[in-house]
């Protein structure tokens, strides 16, 4: 898919103020510092769609983009900073909650991993959530540039192993760098792909 357009649209707090739009909407989520901001811009061709290095703890936002004035990129807030307290991660949890229970746009997440680190708990419990609320998604591992040629498959197999442990398939994943472009074309035409079914159904 080539980027002819991406624009930012409105940050929201609230689900209920999304846009109304009936267009396929896709949603970008991971920890915090995962990479999902380089890699928002790193597909839509632009330097700072997304704003890179976010503090922690600041104002937790849906921000949404319209890219090719065909569908919606969707920036949900990074999540699991140690240093937040209880209570605000309750806040976070209800409020990603109701994006993902109310969004009836929404045609399927990415959740972000990154490649170095082995599989944390609150990736797995997020993922084990979205399958059992039937929320489609797929797995983007960012930062494939940081390990070697030989040790990158070899992380990847990990994480694969351990997913098997939970889930019968693999979810459906994408290998990325925002720093080389790797995996970009995969992303952009999976989202094709499928908004291309979705027009013809
Ligand atoms: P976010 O908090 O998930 O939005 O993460 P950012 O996009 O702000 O990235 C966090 C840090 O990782 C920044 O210092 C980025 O420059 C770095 N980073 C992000 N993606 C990549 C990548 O693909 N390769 C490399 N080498 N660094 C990356």
Partial sequence: ???????????????AKCPKD?????????????GKSSLINMLTDRKSLAKTSGKPGKTQLI??????????????????????????????????TAYFSKRTQLVSAFVLVD???????????????????????????????????????IQINDYIKEMLKYWEEMPNYFITSSSSGLGKEEVLNYIEGINSQLKNS
């Fill in 1 to 15: 898919m080539k980027i002819n357009s991406a624009e930012f649209v409105i940050s929201n707090s609230d689900v």
């Fill in 22 to 34: 009936k267009i396929p909407e896709y949603a970008f989520i991971g920890r915090s510092n995962v």
């Fill in 63 to 96: 921000n949404h983009f319209i890219i090719n004035n065909n569908w919606f990129l969707v920036d949900l807030p990074g999540y699991g900073y140690a240093k937040v307290s209880k209570s605000a991660k309750k806040v976070f949890q209800k409020f990603i």
């Fill in 115 to 153: 490649c170095r680190h082995e599989p944390q708990k609150i990736d797995l419990e997020f993922m084990q959530w979205l399958g059992e609320n039937q929320i489609p998604f797929s797995i983007i591992f960012t930062k494939a540039d940081k390990l070697s040629k030989n040790k990158l498959p």
